[in-house]
């Protein structure tokens, strides 16, 4: 178990050198992302002029507040997953995203891209967003706007984490691990109780 300050974007190695139990702590820039984002980039055709390449992205859709000078971050929450399981192939191989924050985890095609092209996803426990939106220093821009709140964020994050290596470039996942556990507790306690 290691401890790794990043400062984005970060180089595949970096993100090959996690490993799940590891924490990550983010500087520099982070994009948020969500269902509608994804869908209109991927579905729809839309591009983005942000260069995510050897970036990370966080599952949310932010409260913000408008100002004369942009966005201002109210509460920065992430959201589940897994929903947007299939979007993260195509984020890595289209866009060179290295690393995926979010809650819940992803499932066997993620852990395969991750494999495959060089990243880890980065859990975050729930109910943590008034903790997470300190560590945004800034809304430095937003692209795909006409789709907010679930417009592509960029944040300014200092000190963000630390976070979780929930799944690695290895083909580890902290979720199998825990369902795999939790199946032979089940089938122990049945086994004492002379359940079949």
Not at 25 to 51: P, S, V, Y
Not at 69 to 94: H, I, K, N, Q, W
Not at 111 to 122: H, I, R
Request: charged share 25%; proline share 3%.
């Amino acid at each position: 178990m290691a401890h790794h300050d990043f400062s984005t974007p970060i180089s595949e190695a970096q993100a090959r050198a996690l490993r799940v139990d590891d924490t990550v702590t983010l500087n520099g820039t982070l994009f948020g992302i969500r269902d509608a984002t994804q869908i209109h980039m991927f579905d729809r055709g839309r591009k983005t002029r942000f260069d995510l390449r050897g970036h990370a992205v966080i599952h949310t859709a932010p409260n913000v507040r408008k100002t004369a000078a942009g966005y201002e971050a109210v509460c920065v929450g992430t959201t589940t997953s897994d929903r947007m399981e299939r979007f993260t192939r195509p984020l890595m191989r289209e866009y060179g995203v290295r690393l995926v924050i979010g809650k819940g985890g992803l499932r066997e095609d993620s852990l395969q891209s991750f494999a495959e092209l060089g990243g880890a996803y980065l859990a975050i426990i729930g109910g943590t967003a008034a903790l997470e939106t300190t560590w945004i220093e800034a809304i430095e821009d937003v692209d795909l706007d006409d789709l907010h709140p679930e417009s592509l964020w960029k944040f300014r994050v200092n000190g963000f984490g630390p976070l979780l290596v929930a799944m690695d470039s290895r083909g580890e996942s902290l979720y199998t691990r825990v369902k795999t556990a939790a199946q032979q507790k089940r089938a122990d306690a049945l086994k004492r109780l002379g359940v079949r």
